[in-house]
C-alpha cells in the first residue's frame, strides 16, 4: 500500500478563497483522522471519521471547516471562506480501528495571504 | 484531560553520541505511539508501544504503563536523526493527544 496519500502538497491562497484538501486512507483503514499543526499549538486533532461517519468534529476550530468522508477512500477538509490564521500543514492520518497504531500522510501546508 | 509532556524539549549531539528521550503521561493509555517528523515535515511511525520494549535497529523503545511513561532511546546517533520526536498517548477514546515533542539537532 501506498500509505495515506494527501493533496496538495502545497496550496497558497489568498484570504476569503475557498479551499479544499484531500485525503485517501491506507486501504481497509475504518478510522481517518484530520490534523492541523502549528508552531503556537502543536499538532490538534479537528475530526474523526469512523467507518466514513463523522463521530467527533469538536476540534474544528469554526463553521468555516467542514469535513466530508464519502466513500472508505476518499475525504475533503474544506475551508471556506479561508483566512490567514488558518496557515497551517494539515494532516490527514488513518487507523485499522480508532485505538490501533494511526499512519500519517505527508500534509499539506496551506498559506493564506 | 490527560496531560502528555516530553522532555528534554531540545536537544544537540554530536554524531555518534547516544540518547534517551522522555514521555511521562498523567493517565492510563491504551496505546502510545512514536513518531519522528523529519526536516521535511513527515510524520514517520517509529514505535507503537502501549507497554514493553520494542527494538528497531539503533532505535528502542520503553513503555511502563503502571508508571506512566515511556523512553525512546537513539544509539550511535546520525545526522539523519535530527527532526522532533513526538510521543502520542490514546486514552480510551478515539483523541489522540501528542506531546510537545523533542527538537533533536545531531551534528556531523
Known amino acids: 500500500d501506498a500509505g495515506v496519500i494527501q493533496s496538495p502538497r502545497h496550496e497558497v491562497t489568498e484570504m476569503g478563497q475557498e479551499v479544499t484538501l484531500r485525503c485517501k486512507p491506507i486501504s481497509g483503514h475504518n478510522s481517518l483522522f484530520w490534523y492541523r499543526q502549528t508552531m503556537m499549538r502543536g499538532l490538534e486533532l479537528l475530526i474523526y471519521f469512523n467507518n466514513n461517519v463523522p463521530i467527533d468534529d469538536s476540534g474544528m476550530p469554526e463553521d468555516r471547516f467542514s469535513a466530508k468522508m464519502p466513500n472508505a477512500s476518499f475525504s475533503t477538509l474544506k475551508i471556506q471562506p479561508s483566512e490567514p490564521r488558518d496557515s497551517a500543514v494539515y494532516f490527514c492520518?488513518?487507523?485499522?480501528?480508532?485505538?490501533?497504531?494511526?499512519?500519517f500522510g505527508q500534509g499539506t501546508r496551506l498559506t493564506v495571504v | 484531560g490527560i496531560q502528555v509532556e516530553q522532555s528534554p524539549p531540545d536537544l544537540i549531539l554530536q554524531e555518534g553520541a547516544n540518547s534517551t528521550l522522555r514521555c511521562n503521561f498523567s493517565?492510563?493509555?491504551?496505546?502510545l505511539q512514536w513518531f519522528h517528523q523529519n526536516p521535511w515535515g513527515q510524520l514517520i511511525n517509529l514505535f507503537y508501544?502501549?507497554?514493553g520494549t520494542k527494538q528497531n535497529g539503533r532505535l528502542s523503545a520503553t513503555t511502563v504503563a503502571t508508571e506512566r511513561y515511556s523512553l525512546l532511546y537513539i544509539s550511535s546517533s546520525q545526522t539523519t536523526d535530527s527532526g522532533v520526536y513526538f510521543c502520542a498517548v490514546n486514552t480510551g477514546g478515539f483523541k489522540t493527544i501528542f506531546g510537545a515533542g523533542t527538537r533533536l539537532f545531531v551534528k556531523a
Open positions: 508501544i502501549p507497554s
Open positions: 492520518a488513518s487507523s485499522l480501528t480508532w485505538d490501533t497504531e494511526a499512519f
Open positions: 493517565d492510563s493509555v491504551n496505546n
